[in-house]
């Protein structure tokens, strides 16, 4: 199973239980659509560091990372197209919308779920507050300074990512990799691909990181 198949599946193993099924399906439905970038990206960043590393026992935090990724991704989404303001909105529509909206409180909540006692945490935390801060600016932003905003949303999980995967194997991220990171996310509001990711990022990521596995074992 390659990486971005692994942090689909946990993925909706995190969303199994939710109900109604309706619901259940709007998550799915966009995980199957989705690129699983972030979570790969976790998942990369671990094995940077521990090249050995068991994928399937960190596969929940690179899932918890996608998850709020794609409830906040939705979130931007529902707030820049409004679905409820068209007057020829039908029912089914409005129905729609909705579940479009309890899709995205439930991704990031289940992926926060997912980061709460890791190390990740607190970045989750930092995650979602700046997205809500940058789209509070944005509402009275002009058009170049708007975009800009947005673009956040993606550097912002890239970093997040960084930190929940070298956590996840005992080492942390410095300004200095969180900013290589910020970087891999690009210069527009569009998830890289997983293909687009360097075949050098692993290296990167493990020469920036502060392994403190590697740092307790030479202390002992």
Do not use: C, N
Not at 177 to 200: F, T
């Amino acid at each position: 199973m390659d990486d971005a198949a692994r942090v689909r599946a946990a993925a909706e193993r995190a969303v199994a239980d939710v109900e109604p099924p309706a619901l259940r399906a709007a998550l799915t439905d966009r995980f199957a659509e989705a690129g699983m970038t972030p979570g790969t990206l976790t998942l990369l960043s671990a094995r940077a560091l521990d090249p050995g590393v068991d994928a399937s026992g960190i596969e929940e935090h690179a899932a918890g990372v996608q998850l709020i990724y794609e409830g906040l991704r939705l979130t931007r989404e529902l707030a820049q197209t409004e679905p409820w303001a068209e007057v020829d909105l039908d029912a089914e529509g409005d129905i729609d919308a909705d579940l479009d909206v309890l899709a995205a409180d439930v991704s990031v909540s289940r992926g926060f779920y997912l980061l709460a006692r890791t190390a990740a945490a607190d970045k989750a935390v930092e995650t979602v507050r700046a997205f809500g801060r940058d789209q509070t600016r944005r509402r009275d932003a002009d058009p170049a300074e708007a975009a800009a905003l947005d673009r956040d949303l993606e550097a912002d999980v890239f970093e997040l990512a960084v930190v929940a995967g070298t956590a996840a194997v005992g080492g942390s991220a410095p300004a200095e990799l969180l900013s290589y990171a910020a970087d891999l996310a690009g210069d527009d509001d569009r998830m890289p691909a997983v293909g687009s990711l360097p075949e050098s990022a692993g290296d990167r990521i493990a020469s920036l990181a502060d392994d403190d596995r590697v740092a307790s074992s030479a202390d002992t």
